[in-house]
């Protein structure tokens, strides 16, 4: 009796499961069919915050849903990504994000985006070393000239930790310079302070000083990454002014989901982000706010996420992170 039962049994579960993979299915090619929530961990008008809100009209646009921005600010980001480990993984909440905080002692395993599935690469946020108008050093190489032969030379930066800092942490024990930073709580004060000639220099993201260099403010010495910004196009970086190898670090910016958000609904969104940001207004409207438009999709993304949190352990370890 058992065994004339069975096969009725194990086909309604077949069946069950055939129904359920269809309406999945079905479900990720009607997606999106609901509002979709885009997490920043930081403030409103940061530069997270604008990519965020420019990629998310577009998006709307192109996809016929409302994307809205849902600000968690706290810890460096680190709000929002907790937050983001309770959501369903079905693509109805993705985050928007960016290098993580890193402290020492922590290993590529502790490498928080393991816990995300990476969707495209959006921009970066270009570094550069600053100077105040009266800085003897007009380019990198009179700086580093200066920086081989006086007292330490004075920087400040946005914080302890921040790429800048670990920037020029490289910078400092590969060029042989005798440098102090001074670190700041965020970038805004730091440029404040070195307009007003309190500080002879800044290592800062562009966002946040390139409105003061366009109005002679401040000069750029150096672009701190791997290439010249179309921000400002001739200023050379380290690498070109000096003849070593750049840090390697770049302030990225990029989408991700939670872990098992099925494989369409990341190719739907890789594919819309990569379209809307070959839009020249979306181009036009993240430039003005001082930042690089670079796309890649989910696998480079994730390729460089790793590698730059691993750098960053890296420099923790060979240079510290106090920039003395």
């Not at 680190?78 to 928007?96: C, F, H, R």
Request: charge should be positive.
């Amino acid at each position: 009796m058992t065994r004339k039962t069975r096969f009725p049994i194990v086909g309604a579960l077949m069946a069950a499961a055939l129904v359920l993979a269809s309406t999945a299915c079905i479900a990720q090619q009607d997606y999106p069919s609901k509002p979709v929530r885009i997490m920043v961990g930081f403030p409103p008008g940061g530069s997270v915050d604008i990519v965020a809100r420019v990629l998310g009209q577009k998006l709307a646009e192109q996809m016929g849903q409302s994307f809205v921005v849902d600000n968690k600010p706290g810890a460096i980001g680190t709000l929002a990504m907790n937050a983001m480990g309770s959501v369903p993984a079905d693509g109805y909440t993705i985050l928007l994000g960016t290098n993580p905080q890193v402290r020492p002692g922590m290993t590529a395993q502790d490498d928080p985006y393991r816990n995300f599935e990476p969707i495209a690469l959006t921009s970066v946020i270009p570094m550069a070393l600053l100077a105040n108008p009266g800085y003897a050093a007009g380019d990198a190489r009179a700086f580093a000239e200066l920086a081989r032969k006086s007292e330490p030379v004075p920087f400040a930066t946005p914080g302890r930790g921040s790429p800048m800092e670990l920037a020029m942490a490289s910078l400092k024990a590969r060029a042989g310079l005798n440098l102090l930073h001074v670190p700041y709580n965020g970038g805004p004060p730091a440029v404040n302070d070195t307009m007003a000639g309190q500080i002879p220099l800044v290592a800062v993201g562009l966002p946040t000083a390139l409105g003061q260099v366009a109005a002679g403010k401040l000069k750029p010495i150096a672009v701190l990454q791997d290439r010249r910004t179309e921000l400002l196009p001739g200023v050379p970086t380290i690498s070109e002014s000096l003849g070593i190898a750049d840090s390697g670090f770049v302030v990225w910016l990029g989408f991700f989901a939670p872990v098992k958000t099925p494989a369409p609904v990341i190719e739907r969104l890789q594919a819309e982000v990569g379209k809307a940001l070959a839009d020249p207004q979306v181009r036009a409207k993240l430039q003005g706010a001082a930042l690089e438009v670079r796309f890649a999709p989910a696998a480079q993304l994730d390729k460089l996420v790793r590698e730059q949190f691993v750098l960053t352990i890296d420099t923790m370890q060979k240079y510290g992170n106090d920039g003395k």
